[in-house]
């Protein structure tokens, strides 16, 4: 873990909003509780320049320009729907800051299959004695908190989980993207001889274990890839030098983030530790201030800024290139 005095981890939230039930109203903070496997590669050409992707029309192969691309919605008839970036956004839900939370439940009630994304959330704007008394509560009474979101223009249904007095959210499928095992086609159970049965209790006893060692969960595949990876860089071979790029979504730079959750509900934030929040806020807001302009407003700010590419971002990809560009114009 980083050490306390070193100040606060390098690591901002990428979400902003507030969990609000009954006439409770807590400000919290994203942080991506996950981050893409190791193991992912990108596509490059032979001298190990990176490849972008290109819309062509199927029936002829013809690559289209951002303005020729537009929403289509197949309906269950099998016709295709074109849908104006306005209409979309006239359907789109309503852009809310609030996680609301309809309802409490035991959290056995959620089955394993229904959990999608992992996310740590922190108190923000001094919310952290009601963040803790929430977490306490809920951690306690052994419930769950679920709600809905509105994140990036789409709207999400989340559980919010207390663990070791941290709160957690962990985003939720819908009912409908589940099938069922016969929807899949699998047989109906039969019953299996009992002679059987005792040699698998006995085979499965012999491999028994207490606990899960964390040595199980290790990616072997990507180790595997990054010991080919190194084995080739030391030799030179089919190596080329390119600009470092941080993750997106969440995942710019590992920290230990229950650490950094921590801190924030000790209330010991240094003069550096106050800084980063007064920019974390800063940030938040301008972000909330860009998700509620329009698509064809984002693209004319893009414009203004020289943005490249901006023909083909959608609207969440603009707010992010257009207060990406406007931090950096501040610097």
């Known amino acids: 873990m980083p050490d306390e005095a ?4 390098p690591v901002r939230a990428f979400w902003s909003g507030t969990i609000s039930f009954g006439l ?4 919290v903070d994203f942080y991506a509780a996950a981050r ?15 490849l972008g992707r290109q819309y062509t029309r199927g029936e002829d192969g013809k690559p289209l320009t951002g303005e020729e691309i537009v929403r289509g919605y197949e309906t269950q008839q099998g016709n ?3 849908v104006s970036d306005r209409e979309f956004e006239s359907a789109a839900p309503e852009t809310s800051r609030d996680i609301e939370l309809s309802r409490f439940v035991p959290l056995e009630q959620i089955a394993p299959w229904y959990f999608v994304r992992p996310y740590f ?39 919010i989980i207390a663990e070791s007095g941290i709160l957690r959210a962990e985003t939720l499928r819908y009912f409908d993207e589940l099938r069922t095992p016969e929807g899949v086609g699998l047989p109906a159970a039969g019953k299996a001889a009992g002679k059987l049965v005792k040699q698998y209790e006995h085979d499965i006893d012999a491999l028994l274990e207490k606990r899960l060692g964390l040595d199980e969960l290790e990616d072997r595949d990507a180790e595997a890839l990054q010991e080919l990876a190194q084995r080739k860089s030391k030799r030179g071979k089919d190596v080329f030098t390119m600009a ?8 710019a730079e590992i920290v230990d983030l229950v650490q950094l959750l921590r801190r924030s509900l000790s209330g010991r934030a240094s003069p550096a530790g106050r800084a980063a929040d007064a920019h974390r806020d800063t940030h938040a807001r301008t972000a909330r201030a860009l998700a509620d302009r329009s698509r064809d407003d984002l693209y004319r700010m893009a414009a203004s800024l020289n943005i490249r ?5 959608s609207k969440s990809q603009l707010v992010h290139a257009v207060e990406l560009a406007k931090e950096r114009a501040a610097a």
Not at 24 to 27: Q, T
Not at 36 to 50: E, F, I, N, S, Y
């Open 80 to 82: 295709m729907v074109v």
């Open 121 to 159: 959330l922190a108190p923000a704007q001094r919310s952290g004695k009601a963040y803790s008394l929430l977490a306490e509560t809920m951690e306690r009474t052994g419930k769950v908190g679920i709600g809905r979101f509105v994140m990036r223009g789409h709207e999400y249904l989340v559980a």
């Open 6 to 9: 070193a100040g606060p981890a």
């Open 309 to 313: 590419g901006r023909s083909k971002m």
């Open 24 to 27: 409770v109203s807590i400000p």
């Open 244 to 251: 470092v790029q941080k993750e997106e979504d969440g995942g």
């Open 36 to 50: 893409a496997r190791q193991k992912a590669m990108r596509m490059v050409d032979l001298k190990g320049h990176p």
